[in-house]
């Protein structure tokens, strides 16, 4: 999907947490999202933290719609999101 | 005597080139063109009924009488089995041997077996098809390789004819169609696994048993500039639906998307959405659908001024990933395309779970 919006000219900032797959099947921007059932925040944090780490996860996308790619790049958001 | 047909286009009938290529079916009895090539390929072990030929624009230009013709021609000789091509790198040539396998497969249940360069555009079809009846040979780009396609044509249909079960792709030389097969192993997986695990690491060539696809590669779309004055829109294979799933999504395997509005949403509030997905567990999702839709984030980042004011789309897009195959989500994703293009938007945050 995200490849047919590309080449529709939109750029596609796709937030996944299965990145590997993501840049194997080729899409271009790639943004590490925090878990497959949760891709954007994570659960087990107070609220707010779950917020934030969702507000960054959003604006790591944003900036990667504002980079200019050649090819399938990873973008990861400005938090520890592996635990 | 196993009886086969032949189905190749005008210019590998012998008729002519592109000033020939209006030609309507036509039926030859007996091996005509390259049929001759196959026929001498197999010997006396089968026989060429008729050559069947038609025009390369005439088959995409008039597509229904074409297929109609070629498979009243083959019904009416009840072979057991039809050959189309080879077609090499030939786009229209391929497409149209692996539109008329398929015709041939649906309509009359027989197998099918053709061939072409493995960056044929076709192959993309071939492979979206994965009807085991139909076999694709990989051949040469150009028709330089026709004695060796061939030969091993010849030795596929007559092993097919005489009831042999073909094995996977990797064993046989066909084009892989993603068909996966149950058969007994002789070690069990887990062994198996070790196995190749430690030639990885040993740095010993081993055979992985799921190939992956190779995915051709698009690109990119230029970057936004000044992305306060840009329209985005929010996607999500997350299955993320208003409350009581309203378009009936299933959890897998959808075919259709749709879009809700969120045009005076300020947020997702828990028990007005749920996640319609068999692919992940949906409990933290349904507590908070900002998980698949960052709803919340993006008004924040609009108040802030980092989004411009009527800048966010209103409405998102969704269908369930779950077991969604690559042709259907490619078409999807046109779709959506064309709708987000229609109203201006500009830039894309997609959400996959």
């Known amino acids: ?83 | 005597m196993i009886t086969v047909l032949h189905v190749v286009n005008q210019f590998f009938a012998g008729l002519g080139g592109e000033e020939k290529a209006g030609l309507p079916v036509a039926v030859n009895d007996g091996a005509a063109g390259a049929a001759r090539g196959l026929q001498l390929q197999l010997g006396d072990q089968a026989t060429i009924a008729c050559t069947i030929s038609y025009g390369d624009n005439y088959f995409h230009e008039h597509k229904e009488q074409a297929l109609q013709a070629i498979l009243e021609a083959v019904q009416s000789r009840h072979a057991p089995l039809l050959v189309a091509g080879p077609a090499f790198n030939s786009g229209r040539y391929g497409l149209s041997c692996i539109e008329i396998c398929r015709a041939v497969a649906d309509a009359l249940d027989i197998s099918c077996v053709t061939a072409m360069h493995e960056e044929n555009p076709a192959i993309g079809t071939y492979r979206d098809l994965g009807d085991a009846r139909i076999y694709c040979l990989p051949t040469t780009e150009t028709a330089a390789g026709m004695t060796d396609a061939l030969q091993r044509m010849a030795h596929f249909i007559l092993r097919l004819a005489r009831g042999e079960s073909i094995g996977p792709a990797q064993r046989e030389g066909y084009i892989a169609r993603g068909i996966r097969r149950l058969e007994k192993a002789e070690r069990p997986g887990a062994d198996r696994a070790i196995d190749m695990l430690l030639k990885k690491i040993a740095g010993e060539p081993f055979a992985t048993e799921i190939p992956m696809e190779a995915w051709e590669p698009v690109s990119p779309a230029p970057p936004l500039t000044q992305l306060r004055d840009r329209k985005l829109a929010i996607v999500t294979t997350s299955g993320v639906v208003p409350w009581g799933n309203p378009d009936r999504f299933k959890t897998y395997r959808n075919t259709h998307w749709q879009k809700y509005n969120i045009a005076e949403v300020k947020e997702l509030e828990p028990g007005k959405w749920e996640a319609v997905h068999g692919g992940y567990n949906v409990v933290y999702m349904n507590r908070n659908p900002h998980y698949g839709v960052p709803l919340d984030a993006l008004r924040a980042l609009e108040a802030e001024g980092v989004i411009g004011p009527g800048k966010l789309y209103p409405a998102y897009y969704v269908i369930p990933g779950n077991q969604g195959s690559p042709a259907v989500m490619r078409r999807v994703g046109q779709e959506i395309a064309a709708d987000l293009k229609k109203d201006g938007v500009e830039g894309v945050l997609l959400v996959a779970t």
């Not at chain 1, 899409?27 to 609220?47: E, M, T, W, Y």
Request: proline letters at 10%; glycine letters at 4%; hydrophobic letters at 40%.
């Open chain 1, 1 to 83: 999907m995200s490849k047919e919006l590309e080449k529709a000219g939109l750029p596609v900032a796709i937030v996944s947490a299965m990145y590997p797959v993501v840049e194997q099947v080729r899409a271009n921007r790639i943004v590490k999202g925090v878990s497959i059932p949760h891709p954007c925040g994570d659960p087990s944090l107070p609220q707010d933290l779950d917020a934030r780490l969702r507000r960054e996860i959003v604006r790591t996308a944003l900036r990667a719609l504002e980079s200019d790619v050649q090819g399938p790049t990873l973008f990861s958001p400005d938090v520890a999101v592996n635990r």
